[in-house]
Each structure stands twice: as C-alpha cells, then as structure tokens.
C-alpha cells in the first residue's frame, strides 16, 4: 500500500501546549467506542476518541468534546446526519472515520464510496479545522473479513488520496502493528477491544504530534494460537457472531432511531471520573464518586452493532 507523504503537523509541547480547544468526532460503531465499555461514560461507552479527548484536555478547562457516532451507520447516513450538525458546532478539530459498514456488509463500491467522502472533507477543511482521517485495518489473517482485504485496501488508498488534497492528517491502521494481536480485538473480531481503543488513541495523538501520556500497556496473557491457528474455533464464532451480524444487516436499517453519546460539546472528564450524565442515563444519581450505577447495566451487555 502506497502511503502518501502529509503536510507538516503541529508538535506540541506537552498536552497542554496544543492549539485546539473544541473536538468532535464523527462516524459509527468504531468511533462510538463499541468494544469499550465504561458503565460511567456517556452512553456505556468509552473508545479511543473518549481516550483521545481526556488527552487532549488535560490542563485545558476549556477544552470541549462531542461524539456524534453511531452505531452501525452507513457512509450516507454519517454525511446526512452527522455532516451539518459538527460544522454548527464549530469545531477546530475533527476526526471522522465512516465507510466500513458499506464494504463489510454492503458490498460498497470503494471507488463510489470514496467520491461521497471527498466532497465532505472538503467540506470541514474548509472551515479551517485541523481533520483527522483513518483507514481502514488489515483483516487479511481472519477468516470472511479477509475475503473484503482488497476492497478496504483500495478504500485506503483513496483515503490517503482525499487526506493529501484536503491537507488532513491521516491515522493509518493497516501499517499499525499492535492491531495485528488478537488481544486488540473484541471477540467478534469487528470491533476494538479496550486495548485496543487505547492503541488507537495513542496512534491518533502521535499522529496530532501531541505528547500525551499513553504508553503501551501490558497486553492481556495472548492465546496460545493465533487466528490462523483457530480453524477449529471459526465456526463457533461464525454462529456466535457473523451470523446474527448478517441477519441484522438484512432487517430495515435501524441505526437512524438512535442517538449520539455526546451530541454538545462538553468538558471532559478523566478515566475513572464519572458524568456529566445525561437525564436518563443509568448511571444518573452517581456522579459524586466511581463505581457502578445503583441499578445499571452490566457494561459488558452493551448493544454491539457495527
């Protein structure tokens, strides 16, 4: 894969010396965090653009983030849906990473797909915000995802096409190695487990050329055979996962009756700080310390849609 050269980045002198003051991130399951749970995050939620976000806030009150993804939304919807509402909110920094759902589960044209994405990132680079772009990640070693390796390989390439003629800084995940473990991935191989999201933060923050305190963590105990070793274990996976994924995808979309995790720009609060919670929300009622919500749910019965 062709990687294209990008413009010189802003380095920063520490999370505090940073020129941005208002985050928003735009996209589906990936951006929302899903893979990440956090009982005391807006949403159930947490995800590298949370991760990222606590970064970038650190020593700036007046830093404000907002997550506008959701779940299991196709490129169209993103752009329909998500597009106008971030330019209102007059962000300097924006991340948006959309696309994925149309090649897994769509059979997208990348070709197509990418001359929908060019025009929008015009669009916000227009507005003198700094964007942020992410290709996609080498699913070559897993089994059905491996099938689509060349259709995401071609979406990155325009990816990195668009991010050189829009000025945008690229986060490339296929050339990111850690994601090559499986212990990066949720079980149903779609989604980012939390070190995962933690990688992925850590990437975009170098990317940004910020300093930042993500240092890699000690990796969870790796299974004794990788993917290309477990075979015997894809057909319990396929039944587990894949195919009430595929079921879904042929029912009527639904991902339009849901709602973003963060849809204002807001302070953000560090790992382990709860709230602020929206009315509603089931960790409402405990925002004055950490610990599970009186009555939530268990974090790892989130909803898990692309």
Same mark, same amino acid.
């Given at each position: 894969?062709?990687?294209?050269?990008?413009?010189?980045?802003?380095?920063?002198?520490?999370?505090?010396?940073?020129?941005?003051?208002?985050?928003?991130?735009?996209?589906?399951?990936?951006?929302?965090?899903?893979?990440?749970?956090?009982?005391?995050?807006?949403?159930?939620?947490?995800?590298?653009?949370?991760?990222?976000?606590?970064?970038?806030?650190?020593?700036?009150?007046?830093?404000?983030?907002?997550?506008?993804?959701?779940?299991?939304?196709?490129?169209?919807?993103?752009?329909?849906?998500?597009?106008?509402?971030?330019?209102?909110?007059?962000?300097?920094?924006?991340?948006?990473?959309?696309?994925?759902?149309?090649?897994?589960?769509?059979?997208? =044209? #990348? !070709?197509? %797909?990418?001359?929908?994405?060019?025009?929008?990132?015009?669009?916000? $680079? &227009? /507005?003198?915000?700094?964007?942020?772009?992410?290709?996609?990640?080498?699913?070559?070693?897993?089994?059905?995802?491996?099938?689509?390796?060349?259709?995401?390989?071609?979406?990155?390439?325009?990816?990195?096409?668009?991010?050189?003629?829009?000025?945008?800084?690229?986060?490339?995940?296929?050339?990111?190695?850690?994601?090559?473990?499986?212990?990066?991935? =949720? #079980? !149903?191989? %779609?989604?980012?487990?939390?070190?995962?999201?933690?990688?992925?933060? $850590? &990437? /975009?923050?170098?990317?940004?050329?910020?300093?930042?305190?993500?240092?890699?963590?000690?990796?969870?105990?790796?299974?004794?055979?990788?993917?290309?070793?477990?075979?015997?274990?894809?057909?319990?996976?396929?039944?587990?996962?894949?195919?009430?994924?595929?079921?879904?995808?042929?029912?009527?979309?639904?991902?339009?009756?849901?709602?973003?995790?963060?849809?204002?720009?807001?302070?953000?609060?560090?790992?382990?700080?709860?709230?602020?919670?929206?009315?509603?929300?089931?960790?409402?009622?405990?925002?004055?310390?950490?610990?599970?919500?009186?009555?939530?749910?268990?974090?790892?019965?989130?909803?898990?849609?692309?």
């Amino acid at each position: 894969m062709t990687i294209q050269k990008q413009e010189p980045r802003f380095i920063a002198d520490g999370p505090e010396g940073h020129p941005w003051h208002r985050f928003v991130a735009l996209g589906d399951s990936y951006t929302e965090g899903i893979g990440d749970p956090e009982p005391l995050s807006l949403g159930g939620l947490r995800g590298w653009a949370d991760r990222v976000a606590e970064e970038l806030a650190s020593g700036r009150p007046d830093f404000a983030y907002a997550n506008l993804a959701i779940r299991g939304m196709l490129l169209r919807q993103i752009l329909d849906g998500q597009l106008a509402a971030a330019l209102s909110l007059k962000p300097d920094l924006v991340a948006i990473a959309a696309g994925g759902n149309d090649i897994i589960f769509r059979h997208g =044209d #990348p !070709d197509k %797909l990418a001359g929908k994405l060019d025009q929008a990132i015009g669009t916000l $680079a &227009a /507005t003198g915000a700094t964007v942020l772009l992410f290709a996609g990640p080498d699913w070559g070693n897993t089994p059905v995802f491996g099938k689509i390796r060349g259709r995401v390989a071609i979406y990155n390439e325009h990816l990195h096409t668009i991010g050189a003629r829009h000025h945008t800084i690229m986060v490339d995940l296929w050339c990111l190695p850690e994601l090559q473990h499986a212990s990066m991935w =949720d #079980p !149903d191989r %779609l989604h980012l487990s939390p070190l995962g999201h933690h990688a992925v933060a $850590a &990437a /975009t923050l170098d990317a940004l050329g910020v300093e930042h305190a993500l240092k890699p963590l000690q990796p969870r105990p790796l299974p004794a055979h990788g993917w290309t070793q477990a075979r015997a274990e894809d057909l319990v996976w396929a039944r587990q996962y894949f195919m009430p994924w595929v079921l879904k995808q042929l029912r009527p979309h639904q991902a339009d009756a849901l709602a973003a995790k963060r849809p204002q720009p807001g302070p953000v609060f560090g790992q382990g700080l709860p709230g602020p919670f929206p009315p509603g929300h089931p960790a409402k009622g405990s925002e004055m310390g950490p610990g599970p919500a009186a009555g939530g749910p268990d974090a790892r019965a989130v909803n898990r849609v692309a």
